[in-house]
């Protein structure tokens, strides 16, 4: 098991360029049995920028580290401030034609399951079923001490009451729901502990530097192995916890397919990568498959 770690990775010059052609995604849909693996890719066109795409908030943003959570009062509370005011944003985020194309595929049957790297819920608001969250959900927080879970809009509630002067405008939200914010306009932002027990509270995803949970990766292990091929929507697999699922499929001889705009460390294992954006990839899919996409998807619940 792998923890997340930010890796430093440069594109293979020696594969070949992406292709604009979507037909090879069309031919694996249309074969059936596809499991999706979705980066944060799927969501900029939601609003919601990914770590290293054009514009990448990796440039500018640090992710908070399990062990700086965890060590530092400091940390958390620079944490929550930014966080809490980057669920405003990103609680508010709705599901764009990628994530409502593979609800459409899912719905006819062309999909075996869905992996999301993700923990913005689009997919599931677009009204995909039974995605595994690999790294977990923004919607929900766990305490680090005696394990209840409780909703995230709960907690927003009580941190709005706690800090009823914090009205910072913040200079950018990033993938993982955490605003930027100076130190100055996080000022002495109040944190909350667990009303159970008393204990530190903690966004229920995987942060850089945690694992991810052994019986999520093997869940995912089991989805690859029940697989046709495998198809990889937005990511850039710079970090193993997404990777490895490409690695086994390769290994299986499953048929890896990618779409990204830009190279991916996936590359080099998959038969094919189309160079568009999702919306107009999956778009232009469902068309040749006479799939028609919903133009709305869940309305996301109020911040």
């Known amino acids: 098991m792998r923890m997340r770690p930010t890796l430093n990775w440069t594109p293979d010059e020696d594969l070949p360029p992406g ?11 249309r074969a059936g049995g596809v499991l999706v693996l979705s980066g944060a890719g799927i969501s900029t066109e939601s609003g919601i920028p990914d770590y290293r795409g054009e514009g990448g908030s990796l440039s500018r943003h640090t992710p908070m580290t399990y062990q700086d959570f965890t060590s530092d009062a400091q940390a958390r509370r620079r944490y929550w401030a ?38 913005d ?86 942060f850089f530097g945690e694992a991810v949970p052994p019986e999520r990766v093997e869940r995912c292990r089991t ?3 029940g697989a046709a091929s495998l198809l990889v929507l937005g990511s850039s697999l710079t970090v193993m916890s997404g990777l490895r699922f490409v690695r086994q499929a390769d290994q299986a001889g499953l048929p890896v397919l990618i779409v990204n705009r830009d190279p991916t460390r996936g590359d080099r294992y998959a038969v094919t990568r189309v160079a568009l954006p999702l919306g107009t990839a999956l778009t232009t899919v469902a068309g040749r498959l006479g799939i028609t996409l919903d133009d709305e998807g869940t309305p996301p619940p109020p911040v």
């Open 19 to 29: 292709t604009t052609d979507p037909e090879p995604v069309a031919e694996a849909l």
């Open 223 to 225: 989805l690859v192995r």
């Open 121 to 206: 819920g689009l997919h599931q608001a677009a009204g995909s079923t039974d995605a595994v969250e690999l790294h977990g959900s923004l919607d929900r927080v766990v305490c680090l001490s005696c394990g209840t879970f409780s909703d995230r809009r709960d907690l927003a509630r009580r941190l709005e009451e706690a800090n009823p002067e914090f009205r910072p405008v913040a200079a950018g939200i990033n993938p993982d729901g955490d605003a930027d914010l100076t130190d100055e306009q996080v000022g002495d932002f109040r944190v909350l502990p667990c009303t159970v027990c008393g204990g530190l509270l903690k966004p229920d995803v995987v």
């Open 82 to 119: 930014r966080s809490h005011l980057g669920w405003r944003t990103f609680g508010r985020a709705r599901p764009n034609a990628g994530h409502r194309a593979v609800a459409a595929f899912g719905r006819h049957g062309l999909l075996s399951g869905l992996i999301t790297q993700n923990v």
